[in-house]
């Protein structure tokens, strides 16, 4: 069965860090690009980063220079390492697998079901 | 960026046929892909290139585009159909950013 599973959330104070992970299972995770996408409370989905098969890294200006995505394919895994957290961080982090074809375009066909990130004192 | 314009609610009455829009830029570029969320759920790809459905979405799910607007059509929506639903696409600029939708919830009567 394809998976994935994220974990690591929990409360950070502002100015933290926290260290997401997603673990895949049922494919092979190397072969594909990965992202993560978050949600606050209420709110609509966020696109956070993507890495892809060469460690490629991508992000929006709202997480630049703060959140790190990576991946570890020896363990079929995804991190987000995520620095000088804000309240605004605050949300439901998802790891997602992205497909994609010259004729169906870009995708996220597997999604995790979500680890959630609280930034408060 | 680029940003992806949707209604922020619509109303079908059961059996009956909703479209759901989203407008951007990147659209002239890249197919929308479509994601159902249903509260305190993942979501989850109900349409992507074209009009493509992965293995599991009902056949009354379809895409359409044309210009800058992506379209998704619910034929005869059905009571489990009521959702928040979400058009995603890459971003134009050029810069392999991504960008989602600002979100449609979809009622169900």
């Known amino acids: 069965e394809v998976q994935l599973v994220e974990s690591g959330g929990g409360l950070v104070q502002p100015g933290g860090s926290l260290r997401l992970s997603c673990a895949a299972s049922?494919?092979?995770?190397?072969?594909?690009?990965m992202h993560w996408v978050r949600q606050a409370t209420g709110k609509g989905l966020e696109w956070v980063s993507a890495?892809?098969?060469?460690?490629?890294?991508y992000y929006p200006g709202s997480v630049k220079g703060r959140f790190t995505i990576s991946r570890e394919n020896a363990k079929n895994s995804l991190y987000l390492q995520m620095n000088s957290l804000r309240a605004g961080d605050t949300a439901v982090y998802y790891c997602?697998?992205?497909?994609?074809?010259?004729?169906?375009?870009?995708?996220?066909?597997?999604w995790g079901k979500g680890t959630t990130v609280t930034v408060s004192s | 960026s680029s940003e992806l314009t949707q209604d922020p609610a619509v109303s079908v009455a059961l059996g009956q046929t909703v479209r759901i829009t989203c407008q951007g830029d990147?659209?002239?570029?890249?197919?929308a892909s479509w994601y159902q969320q249903k509260p305190g759920q993942a979501p989850v790809l109900v349409i992507y290139?074209?009009?493509n459905r992965p293995s599991g979405i009902p056949d009354r799910f379809s895409g359409s585009s044309s210009g800058n607007t992506a379209s998704l059509t619910i034929t005869g929506a059905q009571a489990e159909d009521e959702a928040d639903y979400y058009c995603?696409?890459?971003?134009?600029?050029?810069?392999?950013?991504?960008?989602f939708g600002t979100g449609t919830k979809v009622t169900v009567l």
């Open positions: 290139g074209k009009n």
């Open positions: 890495i892809g098969t060469a460690g490629d890294t």
């Open positions: 995603n696409s890459r971003d134009s600029s050029g810069n392999h950013l991504y960008v």
């Open positions: 049922g494919f092979t995770f190397s072969s594909y690009d």
């Open positions: 990147s659209l002239r570029s890249y197919y």
């Open positions: 997602a697998r992205e497909e994609y074809s010259s004729l169906r375009g870009y995708y996220m066909d597997v």
